[in-house]
């Protein structure tokens, strides 16, 4: 199983990115798919996730700025990040939660590479 995340990158403050993660390989399903973010020498923080039946949970500092949203037939999960500011500046991590084997309800947390986002002032 792996995670493929992309859309990162150098956007000025004020602007707008999207981020997308596909999750591959064989399973059975994906439970909740999110993103995570890392500032340097800190611990990875939620900024959002999503259910598969839409429920979201967003960070507060990100709530009115930033949607999640997913396509779950494609099982990917985008990240639309609007307004941004410079405390934005991370490396943004997706996330699943995928079950393995059928007939099986546990699931396994899978992460992606990382991508970098930038925000100048």
């Known amino acids: 199983v792996q995670l493929q995340a992309s859309g990162g990158g150098l956007v000025q403050a004020g602007g707008s990115l999207t981020l997308s993660c596909a999750a591959s390989g064989r399973f059975v399903s994906v439970n909740r798919m999110g993103w995570y973010r890392q500032y340097p020498m800190k611990e990875r923080e939620l900024v959002a996730t999503?259910?598969?039946?839409?429920?979201?949970n967003y960070a507060d500092s990100v709530k009115g700025r930033f949607i999640i949203s997913r396509d779950n037939a494609q099982n990917m999960v985008y990240l639309q990040m609007n307004s941004l500011k410079s405390e934005d500046t991370a490396v943004y991590h997706c996330n699943a939660q995928i079950v393995r084997f059928r007939g099986r309800t546990d699931t396994y947390d899978y992460w992606g590479q990382g991508t970098l986002v930038t925000v100048s002032s």
């Open positions: 999503m259910t598969t039946d839409g429920s979201t």
